[in-house]
């Protein structure tokens, strides 16, 4: 920029996932933590260092024709560059460090599994649990669940994105989303290598499952 300062800007690509979904769940969850870490809306004394958010859109159709983030540019090096020469106990120092900032955000508690959004991203879907500061749980914007990569067939189950209220309710949505990716027919895998196995054999593992 002129005065010097940096920032990065930020597009999805389809490997990352359904890009409105990627894009508002990612502000929201920096959002909600930024807003945990200052308000203590669910538990104080998360320290883990986030860059701000600058501008942001999950509107593909605003002038530049995609969803983007623009963030502050943060300053450092990547500690795999220096990880080689670093001696054994500063090593375990990191290690510790990062364990440290991360169990913050492990220890903070939701009510169901999927990702996290701002009210306003997600108002049009049926499948959402409100929280507080107008943020909620919705739709998994993990590839896993979503037609982004991989052909999807939605011939055994139909689509399961979550959110999902207990762990039992989230691995059927894991199981739902192996159905999904086996073709209707053996002839649309015939170029896949044999060990991966027949549609017959995937069916009956995951419907056991």
Known sequence: ??????????????????????????????????????????????????????DWSDDATNCIGSEYIIMEHVAGVQLYQKWPHISGDKKVKY???????????ANLDFPAYGSLYFSTSVSGSSSVLPLKNDFCIGPHCGTRYWNCRDS?????????????????????????????????????S???PSYHG????????????
């Open 95 to 105: 290690i510790d460090a990062i364990y440290r900032k991360l169990k913050d955000v």
């Open 152 to 188: 999807r067939y939605y011939r055994h189950r139909a689509p399961n994105h979550g959110p999902w209220l207990t762990i039992n309710d989230f691995v059927d949505g894991l199981v739902d989303a192996g159905l999904s990716r086996i073709p209707p027919t053996e002839s649309q």
């Open 1 to 54: 920029m002129d005065n010097g300062s940096r920032a990065v800007a930020r597009l999805p690509f389809m490997i990352a996932g359904p890009a409105k979904f990627i894009i508002a769940s990612e502000v929201a969850t920096i959002k909600f933590y930024l807003a945990n870490k200052t308000l203590n809306i669910v538990q104080k004394n998360t320290g883990v260092p986030i860059p701000k958010i600058l």
């Open 198 to 209: 027949s549609i017959q054999t995937h069916l009956g593992l995951l419907e056991r499952g």
């Open 190 to 192: 015939s170029n896949r």
